[in-house]
């Protein structure tokens, strides 16, 4: 069965640099949500999409912006990034009101 | 704001017991319950999913429960086994809709000595 895919899967960037991270959802699931997971820590929610528009916000910086394609396809773009930034992100899709499925991570290093 | 707890945090057990994992919840007012494992440095797995009108939910050796009037939950895990080693975690959406984020527990750490 289809999964979550995230791109990259690993990514090292220099402070004050730009990231751009994608994820492909689940394909017929309308809804795309983000995740922060620093080290030792439970992922912490960040924002999701329902149909392209964007639904709920969490604990997202504003250096931090995402949004959802006609294809369904989501990107998180992270800018001036900072040590603190240097975490895993999930991509999680699901159909409205029902199981969230994520994506394998994508593992940002800050340097 | 909703807050998640689970308990214990760490569990270590030897092979073949039966194990309950805890999660309560500040805020009944969510529409399901969804508990995860996950691996060191991996992602999240869905193990199950409950509805707010359902009690349980099985799937092979797990089964979840719920009490959403007092915010609760349980993981049973039958006849453990040393691959069941993972953290889980227990997680809840926000009230306002469909497509709020989840809230989660900071996990059961759990270990199955073989």
């Known amino acids: 069965a289809a999964g979550v895919i995230q791109s990259p899967r690993h990514l090292i960037k220099e402070k004050r640099e730009t990231a751009t991270l994608k994820c492909y959802p689940i394909p017929r699931h309308d809804t795309v949500y983000w995740y922060q997971q620093g080290p030792g820590q439970d992922p912490q929610f960040l924002i999701s999409?329902?149909?392209?528009?964007?639904?709920d916000k969490g604990s997202i910086p504003d250096r931090f912006s995402a949004q959802q394609f006609s294809d369904y396809h989501s990107e998180l773009n992270m800018s001036s990034l900072e040590l603190g930034d240097s975490a895993l992100y999930f991509c999680?899709?699901?159909?409205?009101?029902?199981?969230?499925?994520f994506g394998q991570g994508t593992r940002l290093t800050v340097v | 704001k909703q807050e998640v707890t689970q308990i214990p945090a760490a569990l270590s057990v030897p092979e073949g017991e039966n194990l309950v994992l805890n999660c309560s919840f500040t805020d009944s007012a969510i529409y399901n319950l969804q508990w995860f494992r996950q691996d060191p440095g991996k992602g999240l797995t869905s193990l199950l999913l409950?509805?707010?009108?359902?009690r349980e939910q099985t799937s092979g050796r797990l089964n979840a429960s719920l009490d959403k009037s007092s915010g609760r939950s349980t993981l049973y895990i039958a006849a453990s086994q040393p691959g069941d080693s993972a953290t889980y975690l227990c997680?809840?959406?926000?009230?306002?809709?469909?497509?709020?984020?989840?809230?989660f527990g900071k996990g059961t750490h759990l270990i199955i000595q073989p």
């Open positions: 409950i509805q707010s009108s359902q």
């Open positions: 999409f329902y149909e392209k528009m964007q639904s």
């Open positions: 997680a809840v959406p926000g009230t306002g809709g469909g497509a709020d984020g989840l809230t």
């Open positions: 999680a899709s699901s159909r409205l009101f029902t199981e969230a499925f």
